[in-house]
């Protein structure tokens, strides 16, 4: 067959587009630069997987399944409501529709559904709980934790 340029072939079975090809979106696969950054960390722990351990460095931990482990370093926890997540975590952001058994440490907003349920030590920076959400525990803002941990010190060197 003959050929125009002479790397491609003429006639009507030469031509051959390039067609653009969808990336798929795996739970925990790197993403590339051209994506939300934002999600670029992200594991998915999906629905009657566990997961026992350390997680750091991620952006945002959703929990379908069971997660007993220390978060840290992270930005932000979604607990959907099959979800379970027992350990100590120190986030940025929390939304639970599930169930949180531990210390639970969220800088900035802090929000129950209905479905959810805190039980342990948490301290946070705003928080809203819908109708129906549940907190048993103790419940302090960032700032009244930390004015009682300085307030600690000082109360026992004035007792002795």
Do not use: H, W
Not at 47 to 54: M, S
Not at 76 to 100: N, P, Q, W
């Amino acid at each position: 067959m003959a050929t125009a340029s002479g790397d491609r072939p003429t006639g009507s079975g030469g031509f051959r587009p390039e067609i653009a090809r969808r990336v798929p979106d795996l739970p925990g696969a790197a993403r590339s630069a051209g994506d939300d950054g934002e999600d670029s960390k992200k594991l998915i722990v999906g629905r009657e997987i566990e997961l026992n351990g350390e997680i750091t460095t991620c952006d945002t931990l959703v929990v379908e399944g069971r997660v007993t482990a220390s978060l840290g370093r992270c930005r932000r926890i979604e607990i959907t409501e099959s979800g379970v997540f027992k350990g100590a975590a120190e986030i940025d952001e929390a939304e639970i529709s599930g169930l949180f058994e531990g210390d639970l440490k969220v800088r900035g907003q802090l929000l129950l559904r209905a479905s959810g349920r805190i039980t342990g030590d948490v301290r946070y920076g705003r928080l809203e709980i819908e109708s129906g959400g549940e907190i048993v525990g103790n419940l302090a803002t960032i700032a009244e934790a930390a004015e009682a941990t300085a307030a600690t010190p000082l109360a026992t060197a004035e007792a002795s």
